[in-house]
């Protein structure tokens, strides 16, 4: 049933703002794949970095073993928040 307004159905709207805004989301989950994948590196970096040294390795193990999987999992998180976004727009 057409709205008294003459506007239609709303699920087929696919207008400039939502697109932005889709695009804007899509922008924020790659610079958080971008960021955390880079702290991961950087992790992995200093880690070859005290081997290569002959520094003892135990700080940076012990740093890595719980730094890497939290950002992973804050890195899961954020993707699922953004999936669950950008997945399903049908049902707004």
Do not use: C
Request: hydrophobic content about 55%; charged content about 15%; proline content about 5%.
């Amino acid at each position: 049933m057409p709205s008294p307004s003459g506007g239609g159905d709303m699920r087929r709207v696919t207008g400039a703002p939502d697109r932005t805004v889709r695009a804007l989301q899509w922008a924020m989950a790659g610079l958080a794949v971008l960021f955390i994948g880079g702290i991961v590196v950087w992790i992995i970096h200093l880690i070859r970095t005290a081997w290569q040294l002959q520094d003892v390795p135990s700080a940076s193990i012990g740093i890595s073993l719980v730094a890497i999987p939290v950002f992973l999992t804050l890195l899961g998180v954020i993707l699922y928040v953004f999936w669950g976004l950008l997945g399903d727009r049908g049902e707004r």
